[in-house]
């Protein structure tokens, strides 16, 4: 018998970055399908309220137009997706250029049903190495717990980038992430869908995607529910299993994900990944911030 089951939707849209009234609408429009169908969360790729659209960073004039796109909680759309939120009983993770005292920052809330902020995360690894330069980094890896239909959950969030690094996500698990909610907005391909399904095996957690759609990106938004191994048709012992729930196309659409949290809960609480049996008194050199050759790069940031 399947148990209390989260339905995410991953809104995998095609970006309206000249027009943010626009793309709140756009959003809104595809929040209300989400909940049509059912779903308990509905989350939009990176930085939606301008399409993940950056500029040159030696166009100063560029620049300070883009800044001036930045938005807080107190702006307009942003308001209008809290109002939605708590209309439609939803929880809702917005993605947007977030303005701040100095750079801004590439930023995702989490609303909850009622409409209230209950997490907010920040880009931490921002791609330096590219027009990321012009965003400021975030600080830390948050959890919140979410209100649903299904109980309560604990719900991180990594951005595009952030996944590529396996410390994220650990830290996710280690603060208790359950879900990880994953905006996106870059070219998805075998090797980064391989990435995710590590991130979602080692730390025994489940795993959204939301990417935009053709011809902004690929699509490919990808839900994984974290459970490497079933139990066998007879009963006896334990095989590998597909951890997939969904999987886009590159076409504009919701796709559902539904989450089996009682059946994540009984796997984590049995399986041996996660934090059990791992040694961390070993690992100094992680948190070592000194880089050595061939990994230098001037444009990194610490």
């Known amino acids: 018998m399947a148990g209390r089951t989260l339905r995410v ?3 995998q849209l095609q970006a309206m970055p000249e027009n943010q009234a626009a793309a709140w609408a756009r959003a809104k429009a595809a929040c209300r399908e989400a909940k049509d169908k059912g779903a308990d969360l509905a989350l939009l790729p990176e930085m939606w309220n301008i399409g993940y659209r950056l500029p040159d960073p030696t166009d100063e004039a560029a620049v300070r137009r883009w800044q001036q796109e930045a938005v807080t909680l107190e702006d307009e759309g942003l308001l209008g997706m809290r109002d939605l939120a708590r209309e439609l009983g939803m929880a809702i ?5 977030e303005r701040t005292a100095r750079q801004p920052r590439n930023a995702l809330t989490l609303l909850d049903r009622q409409g209230h902020p209950v997490l907010t995360y920040r880009k931490v690894h921002t791609c330096d190495f590219s027009d990321e330069c012009l965003l400021e980094p975030g600080e830390g890896f948050p959890v919140a717990t979410l209100d649903t239909a299904a109980g309560p959950v604990n719900v991180g969030a990594m951005i595009c ?5 396996p410390e994220s996500a650990r830290v996710l698990m280690l603060a208790g992430a359950e879900i990880i909610l994953v905006p996106n907005a870059c070219p998805w391909d075998v090797h980064r869908e391989s990435q995710l399904q590590s991130r979602a095996f080692e730390n025994m957690v489940g795993i959204a995607l939301a990417n935009y759609a053709a011809p902004d990106e690929n699509g490919g938004s990808t839900a994984i529910d974290g459970m490497a191994y079933g139990e066998c048709g007879d009963g006896q012992g334990w095989e590998a299993r597909d951890m997939t729930l969904v999987r ?5 659409g919701v796709l559902l994900a539904d989450f089996d949290l009682d059946a994540l809960r009984t796997y984590r609480a049995r399986e041996t990944w996660g934090n059990a049996f791992r040694k961390p008194e070993n690992y100094g050199p992680l948190t070592d911030a000194r880089v050595c050759d061939p990994f ?4 990194s940031r610490r």
């Open 161 to 165: 980038y952030d996944r590529e690094f």
């Open 93 to 97: 993770a917005a993605t947007y250029l």
């Open 9 to 11: 939707a991953l809104l």
């Open 296 to 299: 230098v790069r001037p444009e």
């Open 248 to 252: 886009g196309g590159e076409e504009a």
